[in-house]
Nanobody
């Protein structure tokens, strides 16, 4: 059974940093691409970034996060990370990791976890 568990969300100040983790179980991590997306209350879901399974190619889906967010993976630890820096209030949302057959905005999310809450406020 595919399971994903996100963690690392917290209250952060504008300009601060957080590192989110996504621990996978029930499958080999390099079998799927893993994406991060977020959803704020009353807003649409936003894809952030994706990292492929075996080749570890990275796709950032939004220009506003390029240079601030970095996705990476450690297959040995079965963990995908999202390092976030220079946080802004508009980054406030619940962050989820999800499996995809391949990276791409047109690719559906197959499974995702319960999310981890990030709040950016002074």
């Amino acid at each position: 059974q595919v399971e994903l568990a996100e963690s690392g969300g917290a209250l952060a100040q504008p300009g601060g940093s957080l590192k989110l983790s996504c621990v996978a179980s029930g499958f080999a991590l390099d079998y799927y691409a893993i994406a991060w997306f977020r959803q704020a209350p009353e807003k649409e879901r936003e894809g952030i970034a994706c990292i492929t399974g075996r080749t570890t190619n990275v796709i950032y889906l939004r220009d506003s996060e390029k240079g601030r967010f970095t996705i990476s993976r450690d297959n040995r630890k079965k963990t995908v990370y999202l390092q976030m820096k220079d946080l802004k209030p508009e980054d406030t949302a619940t962050y989820y990791c999800a499996t995809q057959n391949s990276c791409g905005a047109d690719q559906p999310f197959l499974s995702w976890g319960r999310g981890t809450r990030v709040t950016v406020a002074s």
